[in-house]
C-alpha cells in the first residue's frame, strides 16, 4: 500500500499559506496611501511670461488658460487653485498641499500683481450665519393647511358686480 495522505496534507497546508499570503497583500494595499490633485495653479515658469502692468486680461487667459474662478467683482481678479489630497485606507482624506495663484488687475485692465499662496498661508474664516424668523409658531404644512378651510369667501373668487 502506498501513503498519500502526507502529499496531500502538504498541497492543502501550501494552498492555505497561498490564501493567507493573499489576503494579507490585498489587506496590505488596502492601506496604501493614494494622492488625488485636484485644479490647476500655474508654475512659476508659467507666471514669469506674465508681465506687470502690460498684459490685460485675454493675454493672461492666452498664456496661462481661463481661471478656476474669478472674483466677486466684475473688474476683479483671476484666481488659480490647486489642492492635493491624501486618502489612506478609510480615513478621511487630508487637504496636504494647496496652491493658490491670485492675478490682480489696475483699473486700466492690466496685471498689477501676482500672488502665490499656500495651505500654510491659510486661515479659518468664522461665517456668521444668519437666520430669518418664518413667524410660524409649531405649525406643521399639514396643520397650516386644514387650518385655511373655511376661511375663504366665495364671493371673492367669484367677483360681484354691484
Known amino acids: 500500500m502506498i501513503r ?9 497546508r501550501l494552498g ?13 494595499s488596502s492601506c496604501t496611501t493614494m494622492l488625488r490633485n485636484h485644479g490647476f ?3 512659476d515658469a508659467d ?3 506674465i508681465t506687470v ?6 493675454t493672461v487667459r492666452t498664456l496661462i ?3 478656476t474662478s474669478g472674483g466677486v467683482l466684475a473688474d476683479s481678479g483671476f484666481y488659480y487653485v490647486a489642492s492635493t489630497f491624501r486618502y489612506y485606507g478609510a480615513l478621511e482624506p487630508k487637504e496636504i ?16 500683481n501676482i500672488s502665490r499662496y499656500t495651505l500654510a498661508d491659510g486661515q479659518v474664516v ?7 424668523d418664518d413667524n410660524i409658531k409649531d405649525r406643521t404644512l399639514i396643520r397650516q393647511l386644514l387650518g385655511n378651510i373655511g376661511r375663504f369667501d366665495a364671493g371673492s373668487m367669484i367677483g360681484s358686480d354691484s
Not at 4 to 12: E, I, K, L, M
Not at 16 to 28: F, S, Y
Not at 53 to 58: A, H, L, M, P, S
Open 97 to 112: 498641499d494647496r496652491q493658490l495663484v491670485a492675478i490682480n488687475f489696475a483699473a486700466n485692465g492690466t496685471v498689477s
Open 4 to 12: 498519500t495522505g502526507g502529499a496531500d496534507r502538504a498541497r492543502v
Open 41 to 43: 495653479a500655474p508654475s
Open 65 to 67: 488658460g481661463p481661471p
Open 126 to 132: 468664522t461665517l456668521s450665519r444668519r437666520v430669518t
Open 16 to 28: 492555505r499559506r497561498a490564501v493567507l499570503v493573499g489576503l494579507t497583500m490585498a489587506a496590505l
Open 53 to 58: 502692468g502690460v498684459d490685460t486680461r485675454e
Open 47 to 49: 507666471l514669469a511670461q
